[in-house]
């Protein structure tokens, strides 16, 4: 029998969002946790833990602190639960953690739920297999809001890791952030990340493939959070009743 949709940081910035977005999709959100003293969305039953919540609830749309993520992996997975996971910072901790979760129980786990993100995703695949290392110099720039916590952004990791996997490398062996002081030349293959923090910038995102003679970018901007609440919610419907794997929003999106 379907319960509905739960929400682990429901006093948060997405969880007040994602809970008005459980009701404009008709469906039935359960209840959420947040931390202790927490004021929850406006008529969200606050319940005690993870488990409580995993009890209650079909699928659990997660956007919290990576801190959150083993705990909350451990008891969706034991509960059988399954879970829309929008957290972003996590460690590769974090990310086994996620992996193993997917084992057995359905996860969709998308730094970003917006569509035009996940589109620029693709195409960032497509850019990275047509332009060559040799020739082309990748850097990301991304601005957020002034409380953002983590540094790049989840989405300009996920465009750095697209563009890698289409050269057939790991972003980790290329990756370039936060360049200070001497730092000598750029090294071929680079991936280069900037991030800049201000004001309440909800999501800017600049892919830059620069050639000796022509350059080409591509730029999303999020005006609006909300972009990223509605997808959550329609990964939560799309993912209710799927088998335990490791999904991402290209899938519910059916862009793959
Ligand atoms: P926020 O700080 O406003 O909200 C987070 C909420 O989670 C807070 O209310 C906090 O008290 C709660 N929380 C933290 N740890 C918790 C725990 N262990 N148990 C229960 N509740 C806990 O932040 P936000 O702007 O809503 O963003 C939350 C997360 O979602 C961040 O990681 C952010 O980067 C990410 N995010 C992802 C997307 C996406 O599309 N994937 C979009 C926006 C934000």
Redesign the pocket.
Known sequence: MTKGIGI??I?????RLLAEEVAAAGATLVGG???PG?TPAPGAILLPDIAALAAAADVVVD???A??VPAHAAALAAAGTAWVL????LSATDEAAVHEAAERIAVVY?????PGVNLMLALAERMGAVLPAEGYDVEIVEMHHRQ?V?APS?TAIGLGRAVARARGVDLAAVRESGRDGHTGARRTGAIGFAALRGGQVVGEHTLLFAGASEHIALTHRAFD?RV?AS??IRAALWVQGRPAGLYTMMDVLGMR
């Open positions: 682990a940081g006093a948060g910035r997405m969880g946790i947040d931390r927490a956007f919290t602190h801190s959150a929008g957290t972003t910072g998308a730094p970003n739920f917006s953002k983590d989840g959070r990223f997808g959550a």
